[in-house]
């Protein structure tokens, strides 16, 4: 699979991020009822800024790797 090494470890934190939210959201439905709504918006936008800031990683060390590459003259 294209990707190896540090992208796996990133792919690997958004879904255990997501899961985990997931969980959470449902969670709090299950054990406070309606009263959950406003920590089901915060568990969601915890959920979403994670995936920004790995997006941002991710798009921060793939310009690295790119910029290595022209350095050396590989392209």
Known sequence: ?????????????????????????????????DAARPWQGVTLAAMLATAAWLALVRRYRRNRQRRRREARGDV
């Open 1 to 33: 699979m294209a990707g190896a090494g540090r992208r796996d470890n990133l792919r690997r934190i958004a879904i255990a991020s997501q899961a985990t939210g997931f969980i959470l959201i449902l969670t709090l439905e299950t054990v406070m009822g």
